[in-house]
């Protein structure tokens, strides 16, 4: 995901500039001004529709930012209170929930969640009918093929079993990511806790790491844009960011005709937010189609507002048609030890 692996300078180029931006605001900001306090993923709002709002609001946003959804839940079960607004995946809503840490949504607030697509609605898990949880960016993992160095082959999972590739793939190094893919291979569902479907999943897994050069979640794009992979599990965003012009016309990105493990990432409020009311107004904000598109543009992912669909300027890596197939994670409970257990084995070839 972008708010994972974007270019390492220019995500610290931007939580300088945050940074400064806050201070700013801090001291330029009246009484009259209220503050919305955000907790999100790193960057994952352009800073833009973040000015717009301060000023069509006349608010201050104070935000700050996490790199995965295990530190921001650690870090509010520790005590980190203050937040209005969080942005946790599905299967972290889903935890919240259970743990009473979220409000449930009065939608009658959020005028522009008629905007949002029915169809992806229905898919939703984690919080059916969306009661605790707004979505915001729904994506997923897929393959990216160096078209020049890659003969011929099928959108598929399969592409990590052929031989001729040997030495020349990776694969994430991200357990819900590779054994969702396994799963869907053999048509069980990502979030399947079947012991026997798991170790058929493992089986596939160990094939695919005989071709492999390694399980890589940090330099997996770089080394596929230097031309040492061929063919890469993993964000389409992270790969196209380290392409020049001249390198992505040779380069297809592809979801696999079998499916993947979805993500969908939501804003919820927390039950101790103080301004509720305002952090209402900027849920109501993030889906109008020209603030949304602006989103969507930036990332370059599929959009799950449809108005927004027809003032989008950038061509995302992907629409929403192409995660036909996919489902999105769900939490494991108390079948996460399985899953953890299978992957150590897995990675020490066992």
Not at 7 to 36: E, H, P, R, W, Y
Not at 128 to 156: F, R, W
Not at 183 to 208: F, M
Request: glycine share 6%; with cysteine.
């Amino acid at each position: 995901m972008i708010r994972v692996l974007i270019l390492t300078m220019i995500a610290c180029l931007l939580v300088f500039a945050s940074c400064g931006n806050k201070n700013d605001s801090a001291q330029t900001s009246g009484t009259d001004k209220q503050k919305l306090y955000i907790y999100n993923w790193t960057y994952y709002i352009p800073d833009a529709v973040l000015r717009e709002f301060e000023k069509r609001f006349n608010a201050t946003i104070v935000y700050d930012m996490y790199a995965s959804n295990e530190e921001m839940f650690a870090k509010l079960k520790a005590g980190g209170t203050g937040y209005d607004i969080v942005f946790p995946s599905g299967d972290y809503v889903s935890i919240m929930i259970r743990e009473k840490m979220i409000e449930s949504i009065d939608k009658s607030k959020i005028q522009n969640f008629s905007n949002l697509d029915t169809s992806v609605l229905k898919k939703i898990t984690y919080d059916p009918g969306c009661t605790y949880s707004i979505p915001y960016i729904m994506g997923t993992a897929g393959i990216s093929v160096n078209k020049k160095l890659v003969g011929t082959y099928e959108k598929s999972w399969d592409i990590f079993n052929k031989k001729e590739l040997k030495g020349r793939v990776t694969l994430l190094d991200d357990m819900r990511e590779v054994l969702g893919g396994a799963l869907k291979t053999l048509g069980y569902s990502v979030n399947s806790i079947n012991p026997n479907e798991l170790a058929q999943a493992k089986n596939v897994v160990l094939k695919w790491r005989e071709n492999i050069v390694k399980f890589d979640a940090e330099a997996f794009a770089k080394g596929f844009a230097a031309g040492e992979f061929y063919a890469v599990h993993g964000y389409a965003e992270n790969v196209f960011l380290e392409l020049d012009s001249s390198q992505r016309k040779d380069v297809e990105f592809f979801i696999p005709k079998e499916g993947s493990a979805m993500y969908m990432d939501n804003m919820v409020l927390l039950k101790d937010a103080k301004n509720k009311e305002l952090a209402y107004k900027f849920m109501n904000f993030i889906h109008e189609p020209e603030i949304f598109a602006q989103v969507v543009d930036f990332l370059m992912l599929p959009s799950i507002n449809v108005p927004a669909r027809d003032v989008r300027k950038v061509t995302p890596n992907y629409e929403i048609d192409d995660l036909a197939n996919s489902e999105f994670k769900e939490d494991l409970g108390q079948h996460l030890e399985l899953y953890n257990s299978i992957w150590n084995e897995i990675r020490i070839g066992k």
